[in-house]
């Protein structure tokens, strides 16, 4: 077998098993959502759930929508922001543009795993002209700032008077939790000057090193203060969202319990076990709600609302994305 035959069959091995890695990771994902859902099951009169469902407001589940709807310009703008940072923009990456493709992604991040939809938003971003390592990094740092920003409002908002921040007898182990991460984060990036040199010495630790000078560079720069207001904006707007669905199922929700309702259903939502935070979402909320004397069926009912308004809210990339030219130049920066 000569040395090319070999390397052809050498990278067809390592991409077959990379492609058999994802469908199990997935499957696992898939095999913890069902058991998410059987687990509530025990709890649940579906019957309740169904005769409950007609009786959703959906005047207010349709604001939710709208408001959902409002969040996609918001994150296309903070990645732009982001980017920006990082390169010089293309004439092509316009903000119409850049909330095209961020609209595609959150379609793509409903439906598939959702490292895959960030995957499709730095493709989609290289297309209109951007390398891959920034395409990459510019996805990564705004997705990381969206998550910190998520711990730190969690931070201050179990931190109010709110009949929910108990969270079931956990309130000071996530605090701490919270805490730590933030401590973390906070010193990695006072660090970075001192770090990143040392890690860019190793081949496999350069790009950690390049993406910690970039993330630094994005959170203490000029355009800081815009994005991280962007981000607390977007994240205001999802305990908006929560507290509609409250009212869109005549839970009168104090302002501090959606808020509260919104940490625990976007926190669970980032931990990577479940598919789309399906089930691991819908096993809290019941657990969480159930203890302040809302009924399990209600609860459910909140919970899968909630993901259909994501769902829903997320419907317009898939028309964007068969239609939308990614290429079509544009006459200058907006």
């Known amino acids: 077998m000569s040395t090319s035959a070999a390397s052809d069959l050498a990278t067809t091995s390592r991409r077959r098993g990379g492609a058999a890695e994802k469908i199990a990771i997935f499957a696992a994902k898939l095999l913890v959502t069902g058991a998410c859902f059987w687990y509530v099951s025990g709890q649940i009169d579906f019957a309740r759930v169904l005769s409950a469902a007609p009786l959703v407001d959906f005047r207010w589940a349709a604001f939710a929508v709208l408001v959902f709807l409002l969040q996609i310009p918001l994150v296309a703008l903070r990645w732009r922001n982001v980017l920006a940072v990082l390169v010089k923009l293309d004439e092509r990456m316009t903000r119409a543009a850049m909330i095209a493709v961020t609209t595609i992604g959150v379609f793509f991040t409903q439906v598939l795993p959702g490292v895959m939809g960030e995957g499709l938003r730095a493709w989609l971003l290289v297309q209109l002209g951007c390398d891959w390592r920034n395409a990459l990094t510019s996805v990564v740092i705004d997705r990381g700032i969206g998550v910190g920003l998520l711990l730190a409002l969690g931070f201050v908002i179990l931190l109010l008077p709110s009949g929910l921040t108990a969270l079931g007898g956990y309130r000071q182990l996530v605090l701490v939790v919270y805490g730590l991460l933030l401590l973390a984060g906070v010193l990695g990036l006072l660090l970075v000057p001192t770090i990143a040199p040392l890690l860019a010495r190793w081949r496999y630790s350069r790009w950690i090193a ?8 994005v959170l203490v720069g000029a355009r800081s203060p815009v994005i991280l207001s962007l981000g607390c904006l977007i994240h205001a707007l999802t305990i908006l969202i929560v507290w509609s669905l409250g009212r869109a199922q005549g839970l009168v929700l104090p302002v501090a319990d959606a808020a509260v309702l919104f940490t625990v259903m976007v926190g669970v939502a980032l931990v990577p076990i479940s598919v789309g935070g399906w ?10 709600l159930s203890d302040h004397g809302v009924a399990p069926e209600r609860a459910l009912l909140f919970s899968v609302c909630f993901g259909l308004v994501l769902l829903v809210g997320s419907l317009p990339g898939a028309f964007i994305w068969p239609f939308y030219s990614i290429r079509r130049p544009s006459p200058a920066v907006q």
């Open 210 to 217: 390049a993406l910690a000078v970039d993330a630094r560079r």
């Open 279 to 288: 089930g691991l979402r819908e096993l809290a909320v019941v657990s969480l």
